[in-house]
């Protein structure tokens, strides 16, 4: 494990490297981080070791403290258990019917989360009919969800689950997290799976039936929940899942949502001038492409296009830092490219243009793009 500063990229460690890269001092070892490799809670390979990296300071209470190392060795282990992480992007999760759906299958496994019985169980039964109604809406929702639960919700659900000392402070500190998610995690299309994840695992835990054996990156933990519960999950409609939501103050989440979605029209409205329609630099994905970003700051233009707002990218030709984001364009499960404003002035060095700065690595340059204005970058 290695701790990070992300000003700086000083790192502290609990054991060396195999390449020589950091230096003993006082019982630790401490080097610094390449500028390509960019700050993040996460598990990268550099020199010669596979790390749980998480970011200095870390948090000051010790259940948040333990929660987010374990949370990131998770992803250090994930991969030899047969979980490697999975890029995905539930875009439909920005989406006003998406939200609702979602915020109401939080709400009513907060309710399963204290409740007993056939009280309980009812909880249940609706947390899976809103799940399934919305992935009934978007087509290939379920797999994207999936995909996130099995890498981002697993993770936490770990965290939580070792940094909780018995099942009733799991509860606590699960019911907290679904009763203010909404307001901690303004974007659910990268965040969900910290709230869901814990959330059914928690749930499966209390069903006493063991779950956490043979699963894969396609396992669904809400079908692994109706299976453990003995419930049968139908296909659901718009009448019968608003008149469920009613138990749960439904009006309430429709009438905020509402709202919320006539402002993300304009906030889409910008995002797709600053990096689709006006003019872009467009940045190729090779086979050293990473990037780092926070997820709670994450738009969906669309389902092939979202926006990271703030963070950084790197690859073959140097590394982008954005603060004020960047735009990743996916085709089927993988990227093609990265997208920023293009710069006023191709020819001044360093690179940068709004919101955004570009260290190029030796012997690229920038290229005429496809449109009048656009640039790309080409290697010479």
Not at 218 to 238: F, H, K, M
Not at 327 to 349: C, F
């Amino acid at each position: 494990m290695l701790f990070m500063d992300p000003a700086t990229h000083a790192v502290v460690a609990n054991q060396p490297d195999r390449e020589g890269k950091l230096a003993p001092r006082d019982g630790v070892y401490a080097g610094k981080l390449p500028s390509e490799i960019a700050p993040a809670n996460t598990a990268i390979q550099w020199a010669g070791v596979h790390w749980t990296m998480v970011m200095w300071p870390l948090p000051e209470f010790r259940q948040a403290r333990v929660r987010l190392m374990m949370h990131e060795c998770f992803h250090r282990l994930a991969p030899r258990i047969g979980l490697p992480g999975a890029d995905a992007s539930p875009s439909h999760l920005d989406t006003r019917e998406g939200r609702i759906w979602l915020e109401m299958e939080w709400r009513a496994l907060e309710q399963a989360t204290w409740r007993q019985g056939a009280a309980r169980q009812r909880a249940v039964a609706d947390a899976l009919y809103f799940r399934a109604y919305r992935r009934l809406l978007f087509p290939g929702a379920g797999a994207q969800e999936n995909a996130l639960e099995m890498n981002e919700g697993l993770a936490e659900y770990t965290g939580v689950k070792l940094s909780t000392a018995s099942r009733q402070e799991f509860a606590m500190v699960e019911d907290a997290a679904l009763r203010q998610a909404p307001d901690r995690h303004p974007n659910f299309v990268r965040s969900f799976a910290y709230v869901s994840g814990p959330a059914y695992g928690f749930l499966l835990d209390v069903a006493g039936t063991p779950w956490r054996q043979g699963l894969t990156p396609q396992s669904d933990l809400g079908a692994l929940l109706a299976r453990a519960s003995g419930i049968a999950v139908p296909t659901g409609n718009e009448d019968e899942a608003v008149r469920r939501a009613r138990s749960y103050d439904g009006e309430e989440v429709i009438a905020l949502e509402t709202q919320r979605d006539r402002d993300r029209q304009a906030h889409l409205a910008s995002a797709r001038q600053r990096f689709i329609t006006g003019p872009i630099l467009i940045l190729p994905v090779g086979a050293q492409f990473s990037y780092g970003f926070d997820p709670n700051h994450v738009t969906s233009v669309d389902e092939s296009s979202t926006v990271y707002e703030g963070g950084q990218v790197s690859d073959v030709w140097g590394v982008l830092r954005a603060p004020d984001g960047f735009l990743i364009v996916r085709g089927t499960n993988h990227v093609m490219r990265v997208q920023v404003p293009a710069p006023p002035d191709g020819q001044k060095r360093p690179l940068k243009g709004e919101g955004w700065t570009l260290e190029l690595t030796p012997g690229w340059t920038l290229a005429p793009g496809p449109r009048p204005g656009d640039f790309t970058l080409k290697q010479n």
